[in-house]
């Protein structure tokens, strides 16, 4: 894969036209979020000649100023254009209203993020989720998932279901390659992995670990097939905590990042004592430096402040170096790594060293 340097060669006037991109960025965000939500962005999209000031502000009930304000912000962002004093929108509005992974992106920092960034600079200091508090009272973010409010609960799995769910497919053949009589999902979150395996193989047992909330929102979606498997509740950060044996597959799906280094060492000691002798383990997650586009990385990388400041304080998205390192340290070798899985997934087989 290549380098990442998102290194630009820009003019002296370009590089502080995007310094100041950045210095307003919170601003844009809401701007262009309100627009999208009151509908504004809609009508401009289906006016075949645009919209001006005056008819968004009727048609929406809004005050001519609170609409001007918005577009004037979505304006310099390049998310509308405008002619004669009719709004139209541009390529970028036509990605905030339609594309779904921008929409979940959008949500996913309103909802769960916006707030508790601003205690970002605690949590690195501290080396705990200092803005979580912004949802709730928890240790961390994945013992009040059952409990966040509707729409923020919505954002959350919306935003960790977009990139799994587009990769599940395509890696079923490749997990089940081995006729598996066992396997093991590790951080089971809400079961829909183990779903598809059970779909995907009429004869496969699973085991599911996550703490008792999650395993109790997995058991609730898959009662019909309660026959096929077992759920073992885990504090996962604790050393002591064993993995049940006798797995021919332990699969682990964007759940290392939720831990820091030392707890993924742990975790991958586990694993191997619990891993048959001629098993495999399957490390399903989005590494920023494997990725074929600066988009993907961008992404990735972006979202580590999110398990600084709320889900955790101590974990982040890794280079795809740190988790080959750390599963070496506990006894297992890569086999094999996969990348272009889905939107943005890399595939990692380990098996004892």
């Not at 921008?102 to 949500?107: A, E, M, P, S």
């Not at 929102?217 to 885990?234: K, P, Q, T, V």
Request: glycine share 6%.
């Amino acid at each position: 894969m290549k380098s990442k340097t998102f290194a630009k060669s820009l003019s002296a006037i370009d590089a502080r036209f995007e310094a100041q991109k950045i210095a307003f960025g919170p601003v844009v965000f809401q701007c262009v979020r309100i627009a999208r939500k009151w509908g504004l962005l809609e009508s401009i999209d289906r006016s075949p000649n645009g919209s001006s000031i005056e008819e968004l502000a009727a048609h929406h009930r809004r005050s001519d100023y609170a609409v001007s304000v918005l577009l004037e912000s979505c304006l310099s962002a390049g998310i509308v254009g405008m002619k004669e004093d009719r709004y139209y929108l541009e390529k970028i509005g036509d990605l905030v209203l339609h594309d779904p992974m921008t929409q979940v992106n959008f949500n996913f920092n309103q909802e769960i993020c916006y707030q508790g960034l601003f205690e970002l600079e605690a949590a690195l200091e501290e080396g705990r989720p200092a803005g979580l508090k912004s949802l709730g009272n928890w240790d961390t973010i994945y013992r009040g998932l059952s409990s966040l409010s509707p729409v923020a609960k919505s954002a959350w799995f919306e935003f960790d279901h977009l990139y799994s769910d587009s990769a599940f497919a395509l890696v079923l053949p490749i997990v089940f390659a081995s006729q598996p009589a066992t396997l093991m999902d590790i951080g089971a979150n809400t079961g829909k992995w183990a779903q598809r395996c059970l779909d995907f193989d009429s004869s496969v047992k699973l085991t599911l670990v996550d703490l008792p909330e999650q395993i109790a929102i997995a058991r609730g979606n898959l009662e019909c097939s309660l026959s096929r498997l077992d759920f073992y509740e885990a504090d996962l950060l604790n050393s002591e905590t064993a993995f049940p044996a006798g797995q021919d597959v332990i699969w682990m799906s964007q759940f290392l990042s939720c831990f820091d280094k030392p707890s993924i060492l742990g975790i991958f000691q586990r694993v191997k004592a619990s891993l048959n002798a001629d098993g495999n383990v399957y490390v399903l997650d989005t590494f920023w430096d494997r990725q074929r586009h600066d988009i993907a990385a961008y992404c990735i990388i972006n979202t580590s402040p999110y398990f600084t400041a709320l889900a955790n304080g101590v974990s982040k998205m890794y280079p795809s170096e740190a988790y080959i390192k750390l599963a070496k340290l506990a006894g297992l070798q890569l086999a094999d790594i996969r990348d272009d899985i889905g939107l943005s997934h890399s595939l990692m087989k380990f098996t004892h060293a």
